[in-house]
């Protein structure tokens, strides 16, 4: 019997190419959906959105909520801008899918994702991050930095060199793998080369079109309109001519009969005879042009025709070869009617920048002019008598043919073939004497009329125009001010007239020159601005104090505040101010040593202060801030300085470069701690830091940073800022309001407050008694957070708020609970609880050396540093750690995560400055207080710390010993019980205690260990359990005892003495 060896498939081809392809689009639509919700992710990301690396009250701003933040956190922590490449890569593919673009061979390429990832992730590193960037880390997330930070180690390069040449090359190299991993073919990419240059060509097509289509519709408007215009502007031209030759018919007939002969003695104008006003030289006209004109009209009826023609526009101009028929037509025109001499009209205001405006334009296209020489002399015209003269053939009006009637002088003129030069001729203006038109203002002779016979071309002296936005006499008549308007002005491309509103007025210190026109004189810019300091307003318990006091008053018995007068006097320091010259000088000097280094810049300001001046520099476009920063050494040694500081301004575009002055001004805490910031200010801690770069007093709230944290190197001044913090403490609250608990390894520097009444404990000066105060800090903060609990309040303010109410009201804290249920009825029993109101003072712990606690016990001290750093500022407990060695081993990340404010004095490398701050700069600090603090949010400001003598500390501490022992609480020093230890520990996770009878939990794990891994030794147990080599020999000692492993051999070995499990 013969059985099938081949099953037929469940389905047929068709139907399996269609699953196949239903699958594969189902692929596309997760991929597509995966990378669309990334992307929004990491798009809508916010450093203030709570996750689980950070817990944060703030409203969560992501797009997806309380899930997009928990994924976009460590995305951007760990890889950076590197996860934008798995949004991407997961989108591309997710249309390739869905679109049955995704061929055999490119899916094989997305093996190299996660290197294309890495490259992102490394380039991201190497790019510099804006100044919204809030994260210590840079754009590459803390993958790249590591990585970047191997390969500039290994180079030989610069840093900055190194950082240049990696993303010159990680750039290239990303975008070409990216193209690769996205399964991008060479004919795809030829394909879209063709879509991309086809629409750049239609682009510009379509708007090549748009822009001619918008021209000639313009261009057919304006000419519209101007014809229209010119129409009726000569059809009214020849009103007025047929009006002339009507009213004066004896004066035609004399024009005709002779046009050419006149007498001597016959005036063109018939006028009244008036004696001729003198007309006022150069000289007498300078006053007047420093006012500014008031705006002038001309009417039409008072031009002529060749100012009507001017007025029309250059687009109405005839051109060169009409002009000249046009011309021949008006000679031929006036030897037959003759021109009368012209009339008053009706005035029509017209303003008369646009008449000059259209001069202007109309001396581009007019024909070329001719000069003739004669000797007929006219006689003057009265001021403000009758029309202006006919202009002479030399002005620019007779470039054009005249309207309404020809001219009986032009008779018989011809006209050169070849082109003229462009005459230039002497300005008139109504009111000038025919004349005496040839004599301009500055006494040049212009040249005069000749016969027809003797036509030649010559070229005008131009007389001087006045000088735009110069203002001539108040109340001259329009008509005889001969610097209104005149022709030669108007030839003259050096001279633009615009409307008197949009003149500029001409400044007091302009002079006169040769030529009488004003010159402007520029005058240096000043640059040093001084800031302006205002006097530090006293504060309401300076103003006290500064009363005097009668001697018969009774001293309370209560507390009293320290006075400000066992402090010195800011009065007695000697104050420094540097000139404004110094000051320019130096921006001057230093503008040249930025300009040797290739630094293109101008220094825009100059703000000296009372230790450094900072000279803010405006870079050239295109200038990296880095490029700057990295001169800091070099600025230094030019400037003959001891250091320089450069960074960039928050805010502003400019880059400060912070410069030490010569004579360095001492800031006094007195100063500080009467200012109205510190004495009438709202803060529950407030910690006078000293003055900023300007002078300014820099008060800091210690309940609302929450910790400190100080470094810098011996002598920088670091000590004395935590003696200025704890006097800025006891200056402002009382021991019912603040306690403190000092640490100091070094025995030194806080023995000196031994005894006053704001301590809980004894000054601490063994390393291991300071882990059992930080133990107790633990114990107390859990406490108060029970009691805080019981009463529905979320800080200490609102805690110690309900005890002064019940202290006020003398009442009693009740609360009930429930204890269980009745066994009878199964009824829940409730109790009353009865709590004592008590005040919780806030509590300060001061640490003035940590690197020393360190080194005896590393791992509880950063276990209770960071239980409290994270939990105990609801509780009202603070911290203020300082240490000279700011190291990665002293300040760890963990350290330094929960620790964001910060404050650096001077150190010894850029490596601890980044360590402290996360940014170079610390290193070019002065010392003696000089110093960088870094409030939340990663803004650093430059800050120069108060000085305070022993001498004062002393007086004050004196002062507050007088009041009466301190009143010490037990346990601080001692250590709580051994229950109350064991849930410490537990809570710390150190999970201490006895090694004597197995009671310790390290030796559960350390017996696991042995029997799992059949090998015991100190050493493997230290290294297992990351413990020290005494408690691991302990362990070992204690297995022995028990019987797990046997005595160590000649050879140290021991034997396993359980057997495998």
Known sequence: MAYQTKRDPLFDRAMQEALEKRGKELIGLLLLGFGLMLAAVLYSYDPQDPSWLSASDAPVQNWLGLFGASIAAPVIMVIGIGGWAIAVLSVIWGLRFGLHLADEAPVGRLVFAPVFVVLMSVYGGALNTSESWPHAFGLGGLFGDTVLGALIGISPLSVAGSLKVAALVLGPAMVALGLFVAGITRVEMRLA??????????????????LGRGAVGAVSVAGHATRSAGEGLRARAERRRE???????????AWQEDPWVEAEDEPLYYDDPVEPEEKPRLLGRLPGLVRRPEPQVQSWDDMDDDEVLMALGEEDL??????????????????????????????????????????????????????????????????GHGLPPEPPLTAPADR????????????????????????????????????????????????????????????????????????????????????????????????????????????????????????????????????????????????????PSLAFDPKEAEYELPPLSLLTNPETIQRHHLSDEALEQNARMLENVLDDYGVKGEIVSVRPGPVVTMYELEPAPGLKASRVIGLADDIARSMSALSARVSTVPGRSVIGIELPNDNREMVVLRELLAARDFGDSHMKLPLALGKDIGGEPVIANLAKMPHLLIAGTTGSGKSVAINTMILSLLYR????????????PK???????????????????????????????????????????????????????????????????????????????????????????????????????????????????????????QMARASGIHLIMATQRPSVDVITGTIKANFPTRISFQVTSKIDSRTILGEMGAEQLLGMGDMLYMAGGARITRCHGPFVSDEEVEEVVSNLKAYGPPSYIGGVVEGPDDEKSA???????????????????????????????????????QRKLAIGYNKAARLVEQMEEEGVVSGANHVGKREVLVPEQ
Not at 990 to 1010: K, P, S, W
Request: include cysteine.
């Open 243 to 253: 009006a002339r030759l009507t009213a004066q018919p004896a004066a035609n007939a």
């Open 983 to 1021: 849930d410490i520990d537990a809570v710390l996770g150190l999970n201490t205690g006895g090694n004597t009878n197995g009671e310790d939990a390290l030796y559960d794990q350390a017996v696991a260990i042995v029997i799992k891994d059949r090998k015991c030794s100190t050493s493997y147990i």
């Open 400 to 547: 054009r043919p005249r309207l309404g009637g020809a001219d009986p002088r032009h008779a018989g003129l011809s006209y050169p073939d070849e082109p003229a030069q462009m005459v230039q001729d002497a300005g008139y203006s109504a009111g000038i004497p025919v004349g005496d038109y040839a004599m301009d203002d500055a006494g040049m002779p212009a040249p005069e009329l000749v016969d027809a016979g003797q036509l030649r071309v010559e070229r005008g002296i131009p007389s001087i125009p006045p000088a735009p936005g110069f203002d001539s006499d108040e109340g001259a008549d329009v008509s005889g001010d001969d610097n209104m308007f005149r022709d030669d002005a108007c030839e003259d491309d050096h001279y633009d007239f615009a409307a008197p509103e949009e003149l500029p007025a001409a400044p007091r210190s302009m002079g006169f020159g040769a030529e009488g026109t004003k010159i402007p004189v520029a005058e240096p810019r000043k640059v040093v601005q001084h800031s302006a300091r205002k006097p530090v307003q006293p504060s309401a318990r300076a103003q006290a104090e500064a009363q």
């Open 733 to 744: 609250l009382t021991p019912e309001d603040c306690r403190l608990i000092m640490i100091d």
């Open 318 to 383: 005839p051109q060169d070869d009409r002009i000249r028929a046009k011309i021949a037509d008006v000679v031929r025109s006036r030897t037959s009617r003759g021109t009368p001499p012209p009339l008053e009209q009706e005035v029509e205001e017209v303003p008369l920048t646009a008449i000059q405006a259209a001069a202007r334009r109309a001396k581009r296209r007019g024909p070329i002019p001719l000069i003739f020489k004669g000797s007929r002399e006219e006689p003057p015209l009265v001021h």
């Open 747 to 869: 025995m030194l520097e806080l023995s000196v407050y031994d005894g006053i009444p704001h301590l809980l404990s004894p000054v601490v000066t063994d390393p291991k008694k300071a882990v059992v105060a930080l133990k107790w800090v633990v114990q107390e903060m859990e406490e108060r957070y029970r009691k805080m609990s019981k009463m529905g309040v979320r800080n200490i303010d609102g805690y110690n708020g309900r005890v002064a109410d019940a202290l006020k009201k003398g009442e009693m804290f009740s609360r009930t609970v429930q204890t269980g249920f009745d066994e009878d009825t199964g009824d829940p029993i409730f109790e009353t609880e009865e709590i004592q109101p008590e005040k919780m003072p806030y509590i300060v712990v001061i640490v003035d050396e940590m690197a020393d606690l360190m080194m005896v016990a590393g791992k509880e001290i950063e276990a209770c540093i960071q239980r409290l750093a």
């Open 193 to 210: 080369f063709r879509w991309l240059l086809i629409a750049i060509v239609l682009t510009y097509a379509f708007i090549a079109k748009l």
